[in-house]
């Protein structure tokens, strides 16, 4: 069967291009679990070099597997990035994005009053033609409200957070966030799903990597073919761990954090093979953003990378990418070709044998014959990617070639205060402390020679004027392509808070929100 997936692409030529894949013969569409983890930076993995070397699961997964040296995320940060997995586009065009200052991030914390648009078409449903049966475990965060919720969206089950696990509050001026089975609470962060403060002890990890191992089992006895979305949140301050991983690790509380994620991977790859599924099973491993460098010893690593979480650096956008598929796949393979979250979108919905819908534009491009070589990828199929922060396209890649339009950290007045996107890295004039318009001469890096940003390619020279005129070509004909989506994540209003969740009345968990008031967001970075 020829599958055609129309996607947006990032030729000089056009935006718009198609890309092709096959099913071959007789081949049954596979199993998909992907594993998306939280403020896990490039650099926190042992098979990318972190001296710590405390991931034999994920580390053997790579060997056994391919590794991805540039694989990106669509922000830098949690829900817009999770919104672009889910959908296969840009924030921009999916609405998960804020116009109220220039250049700010924004997610949905409970405060927020938008979500996913109902006319998003998320992944699971694209599968469900082709008979998948879909299960989100761990952080949704695209939204609380019921209509944003997982089951109104095309998954069919749902064990985990809409917003996460920060917290505690006292449940009268902010209520605890809330934890669901399907469509219905079932308890509270800090109350019924304990996070102790003092040790940061709690079992959620192994309860997320228990729901995976039942949800495996039961899609195997029902000889049922299945999408796990596997997010668990330890990763993210408050970091917690089980007490089986509590001072385990060299690197402290995030180190057990990362191991305890690293032994739930391990557990589920265990459970395909002993169910002997394993060979009709992908699995893809990344996280949704970069290191949270401005949480200290309590965050992960960029590696060789600029900043972190929050920015349009490489340590913002570059995240891990491990794809595992025994028989598949060929192990021991690296590949340096530019990829996405969003790709990984494209790619499932080929191996699925369905098509993306012709209806909309995409910012993405299956993989999936990268996967079936067994060669070393170098960096041959040059495409873009494109760095945004809210509304502003802050930096554009096209081959070894980035080039920043705007820079920005974040403000004096945030990092004066502890908290600094860019800490202990300072490169002048990129990691600027106001939001820095570079349009008419962006800086330029070559990120072979210099992945860190460090030091710019001279503008008098006949290197940075080759390049400028490919990335000007390709910059303009993004910008003409782009037809924004309705912002989501302007309005907040206390009033559609975790009061009284779905469910909450059967537990006796509804609480008395106050009335209705909306107002601009306030987004600081």
Partial sequence: MMVSLLCWSVAVASVLCATEGHRHGDDEPPNIIIMNVDDMGWGDLGVYGHPAKETPNLDKMAAEGMLFTDFYAANPLCSPSRASLLT????????????????????????????????????????K??????????????????????????????????????????????????????????????????????????????MFIEEALLFIERMVASKQRFLLYWAPDSTHTPLYASKQFLGKSIRGLYGDAVMETDYGVGKIVNKLEQLKIHKNTFVFFTSDNGAAIYAGIDAGSSGPFLCGKETSFEGGFREPGIAWWPGKISGGQVSREPLTQMDLFATVVDLSGQNLPTDRPYDCQSFKDLLNQSTVKTNKNNRAIFYYRGSYLMAVRYGMY???????????????????????????GVTTRN????????????????????YPISNSSSEYEKEMKVLTVII?????????G????????????????PGCELIGKCLQGPKSNPNLCYWPH
């Fill in 435 to 454: 939001v820095t318009d570079y349009r008419d001469k962006p800086f330029l890096f070559h990120l072979g020679r210099d992945p860190g940003e460090k």
């Fill in 476 to 484: 303009n004909a993004h910008i003409d392509s782009v037809t924004p």
């Fill in 486 to 501: 309705q912002p989501q994540l302007n309005w907040c209003d206390r009033a559609v808070e975790n009061w009284a969740p």
């Fill in 129 to 206: 033609p082709a008979g998948y049966h879909s299960m989100v475990i761990g952080k949704w965060h695209l939204g609380h409200q019921p209509q944003y919720l997982p089951l109104n969206n095309s998954f069919d089950e749902f064990y985990g957070s809409p917003n996460g696990h920060v917290g505690p509050y006292d449940g009268v001026g902010t209520p605890n966030l809330a934890m669901f089975r399907d469509d219905h609470m079932i308890g509270r962060y800090y109350e019924e799903f304990p996070i102790d403060q003092t040790t940061g002890e709690s079992n959620l990890t192994m």
């Fill in 402 to 428: 980035k080039a920043h339009r705007w820079t920005w950290a974040n403000s004096q007045q945030e990092a004066d205060r502890g908290v600094d996107f860019c800490s202990g890295e300072q490169v002048e």
């Fill in 88 to 127: 296969g586009r840009l924030p921009i065009r999916n609405g998960f994005y804020t116009t109220n200052d220039p250049a700010r991030n924004a997610f949905t914390p409970q405060i927020i009053v938008g979500g996913i648009p109902n006319n998003e078409t998320l992944l699971p449903a694209l599968l």
